[in-house]
C-alpha cells in the first residue's frame, strides 16, 4: 500500500507542476515553472553577492564604465523595473559573463578580447540578460524536479514487480536524461538566449550584425564541438540562427 500511495504522490506532484505553465518573452515558447519569481529573485540576491564576494571587481575604468552604459541601454530595452539592475566587471582571464535574476550581471574582463567594441559587448549582455528575462535559471530548477519524480516513479514501480532493474533502469535513466533531455534542453536556452539578446540590443539601438562578428570572434583558434555533447550550440550554429533571427525581424 505504502508503495501505491508513493506512486499517488508522485503522480500528483508531477499534475501541479504541469500546470504551472509561463510563456517566454519575444519567442513565447511554454514553460513549465513552479519557482514563484519573489524565490528566485531572493536566491539571485543572494548568489550575486556571493560571486562578488570572492571577485576582484574593477572600478572606475574606462571598461568598467563600458559595462554600466551598456548595461543601463540594455535594462530599459528589457523593461523590467522590478529588477534592480547592476552591472559589473570583474577581473577573470574566462571568456565569460552571467545574469542571476534580478538583473544581476557580471561581465568577465576575457570576454573583452572577443568583444572588440560596444555592439558586441551588448551581444554577449543581452544574451545573459535573456536568460534572466526568459527565467531560464527557474526553468532549470523545475526540470530537474520533474526528472527526480518520474525516477522515482520508476523505482517505486521497479521495486514492487521486478527489483532487480532499479539499478539498471536509474543507469539508464541517467544517460538517457543527459544525452537526451538535459543537453538539448540546454541547448534551446542558448538558442533562444540568443535570439532574446538579438531582440533587446537592437532596442537599445546596436547594430545586430555585430552579434555575428562576436561569435566569430568566440570561434576563432577553437576546435568545433560536438553538440551532441554539449550544453552550447556551437559558434557555427549560432551564427546561423542569429542571421535567421534577424532576417525574420526584417520581415515584420
Known amino acids: 500500500m505504502k508503495q501505491f500511495r508513493n506512486i499517488i504522490l508522485v503522480i500528483t506532484a508531477l499534475?501541479?507542476?504541469a500546470g504551472c505553465t509561463h510563456k517566454t518573452p519575444?519567442?513565447?515558447?511554454?514553460?513549465?515553472?513552479?519557482?514563484?519569481?519573489?524565490?528566485?529573485?531572493?536566491?539571485?540576491?543572494?548568489?550575486?553577492?556571493?560571486?562578488?564576494?570572492?571577485?576582484?571587481?574593477?572600478?572606475?575604468?574606462?571598461?568598467?564604465?563600458?559595462?554600466k552604459s551598456i548595461g543601463a541601454k540594455i535594462a530599459t530595452a528589457a523593461n523590467r523595473p522590478d529588477f534592480k539592475w547592476e552591472f559589473t566587471l570583474v577581473e577573470d582571464k574566462a571568456?565569460?559573463?552571467f545574469c542571476l535574476p534580478g538583473g544581476k550581471v557580471v561581465v568577465y574582463t576575457g570576454i573583452l578580447k572577443a568583444a572588440k567594441n560596444d555592439a558586441q559587448l551588448a551581444t554577449v549582455m543581452s544574451h545573459e540578460v535573456a536568460h534572466a528575462l526568459a527565467r531560464h535559471g527557474a526553468e532549470r530548477v523545475s526540470s530537474?524536479?520533474?526528472?527526480?519524480?518520474?525516477?522515482?516513479?520508476?523505482?517505486?514501480?521497479?521495486?514492487?514487480?521486478?527489483?532487480?532493474?532499479?539499478?539498471?533502469?536509474?543507469?539508464?535513466y541517467g544517460i538517457g536524461t543527459q544525452l537526451g533531455v538535459m543537453l538539448p534542453y540546454g541547448r534551446l536556452q542558448e538558442s533562444e538566449a540568443d535570439e532574446i539578446g538579438i531582440y533587446l540590443m537592437v532596442k537599445a539601438g546596436y547594430n545586430p550584425y555585430e552579434a555575428l562578428n562576436f561569435w566569430k570572434n568566440m570561434s576563432n583558434g577553437k576546435k568545433a564541438t560536438n553538440e551532441f555533447?554539449?550544453?552550447?550550440?556551437?559558434?557555427?550554429?549560432?551564427?546561423?540562427?542569429?542571421?535567421?533571427?534577424?532576417?525574420?525581424?526584417?520581415?515584420?
Open 15 to 17: 499534475f501541479i507542476v
Open 26 to 67: 519575444y519567442t513565447n515558447r511554454s514553460q513549465m515553472i513552479f519557482m514563484s519569481s519573489q524565490e528566485e529573485l531572493a536566491l539571485g540576491e543572494q548568489s550575486y553577492k556571493q560571486a562578488l564576494s570572492k571577485a576582484k571587481i574593477v572600478n572606475n575604468t574606462y571598461d568598467a564604465r563600458r559595462v
Open 95 to 97: 571568456m565569460n559573463a
Open 144 to 172: 530537474s524536479k520533474i526528472q527526480q519524480g518520474v525516477q522515482l516513479l520508476g523505482n517505486v514501480v521497479l521495486a514492487s514487480t521486478a527489483p532487480e532493474l532499479t539499478n539498471t533502469f536509474n543507469q539508464a
Open 229 to 252: 555533447f554539449s550544453t552550447h550550440p556551437s559558434s557555427s550554429t549560432r551564427i546561423q540562427n542569429i542571421k535567421n533571427v534577424i532576417a525574420k525581424m526584417k520581415r515584420k
